[in-house]
């Protein structure tokens, strides 16, 4: 007869122990408080633009080590915890039109029109994270990449898991993990931290119903990248 553990769907397994699961939400929580606190990017307020950007990718990739780490502890490897494949084109160009299509109807209608209900509006901290400069510009575009990468493995790959085998419920998983996304960016008010809640759980949503990131890191990338950009030249 299979053991308990056995006949729990993997999904609903935890990848990694609870403190394993803590230190990274100190970690994120911690450079959060730092953001807000300061009224900046986190780093950025202290070291400048370029070294910010720089630093940020740093501490991103660093927390993505660790999580692979503590997964693999747990026989769970990265790619198991991203999903999904690109064995061929057709699924590259299926993520692709799936990941443009949230971003229009959900980074572009649903998030706008919640930012327009709560009548929010870019503050210092925003206004100065944008780059200027090709210097400037190519390390945020890193970034955008970083992050598009790296929070969707840390949020919806790892966190979601997690608090999928915390709660036993997906819908439980997928709020909670939005909770921490929103509460990971302190530097931007809370306004905007209530709207990063809801998109983050739109990209639990979308996690859960591709059973891969792929489409949401292209999402995330685009819209941290191209979205900044266009911001930066608006706001200016």
């Not at 780093?43 to 990718?57: D, N």
């Not at 949503?205 to 685009?222: D, E, F, K, N, Y």
Request: glycine share 14%; charged share 10%.
């Amino acid at each position: 007869m299979p053991s308990a553990s056995a006949l729990v769907e993997p999904r609903r397994r935890a990848v990694a122990p609870a403190w394993h699961t803590a230190i990274v939400l100190i970690a994120l929580l911690s450079s959060s408080l730092a953001g807000a606190l300061s009224g900046s990017l986190p780093f950025v307020g202290t070291f400048g633009r370029a070294w910010g950007y720089v630093l940020v990718i740093t501490f991103e990739w660093v927390l993505v080590g660790f999580i692979s780490w503590g997964a693999n502890r747990q026989k769970v490897s990265l790619r198991d915890l991203i999903g999904g494949n690109w064995a061929r084109p057709v699924a590259v160009l299926r993520d692709l039109a799936i990941a443009v299509g949230f971003l229009v109807i959900c980074g572009g209608g649903v998030l706008n029109g919640l930012g327009y209900l709560l009548k929010v509006a870019p503050n210092r901290a925003i206004r100065g994270m944008f780059p200027h400069g090709p210097t400037e510009i190519i390390l945020y575009l890193m970034m955008a990449l970083t992050a598009g990468f790296c929070e969707e493995v840390i949020f919806r790959g790892y966190l979601q898991r997690q608090f999928v085998a915390l709660t036993q419920a997906v819908a439980g998983g997928i709020v909670l993990q939005g909770i921490a996304f929103g509460l990971s960016h302190g530097y931007q008010g809370w306004k905007f931290m209530l709207l990063i809640d809801v998109y983050g759980t739109l990209f639990g949503v979308l996690a859960q119903w591709c059973r891969s990131l792929r489409p949401g890191m292209i999402t995330h990338s685009l819209q941290d990248g191209i979205g900044g950009l266009l911001a930066s030249h608006f706001l200016r």
